[in-house]
């Protein structure tokens, strides 16, 4: 991506409760913060936390070394807020277990509409198929950090 015109992405950014989304976001200077297992678990637990908030119903997500795919659909917040607070918290949870200071997260995200007839646990698989398409695994029994509510 361009990042002199990453303010783009913002432009004309809708979302509507009930909707699925594809979310991506990055982390600040492609650090691959998630390669730690703690960090990429606290990263989890603040997916859990939107989740349990009812802000989204979790479908699937994979946490990259720098990055994450999240598969949600949306519920009772606005996508952009929604990306705000998990960004939030999860930078001030992983920021005090990582003893860092500083922005975690690149400040825009990727988002992807899905449309009804989209088939939603082949979405899921090739969003989870990430790890054996970058090589850092042979199967995905060997990568820890990710989930699908098809399991």
Known sequence: M??????????????K?????IVTTVVTGRE?????????RT????????????WVSSLCWVIMPD????????????L?????????????FINA??????RL???NFHDHALRKEHDLRATARYIVANPLRAGLVTTLRHYPHWDAIWL
């Not at 990263?43 to 009812?54: E, G, N, S, Y």
């Not at 952009?80 to 001030?92: A, C, D, G, I, T």
């Not at 277990?97 to 500083?102: D, L």
């Open 43 to 54: 990263l989890v637990a603040q997916l859990r936390h939107a989740h349990d908030q009812q």
């Open 97 to 102: 277990a990582a003893n860092r200071q500083g």
């Open 17 to 21: 409760a009930g909707r699925v989304y």
């Open 2 to 15: 361009n990042l002199a015109h990453a303010h783009h992405l913002r432009k004309g950014r809708y979302s």
């Open 80 to 92: 952009s807020n929604l990306m705000r607070r998990v960004k939030s918290r999860s930078s001030r």
């Open 105 to 107: 997260w690149q400040k």
């Open 32 to 40: 691959p913060l998630f390669q730690d297992f703690q960090l990429a």
């Open 67 to 78: 990055h994450l795919h999240w598969l949600i659909e949306l519920r009772q917040i606005g």
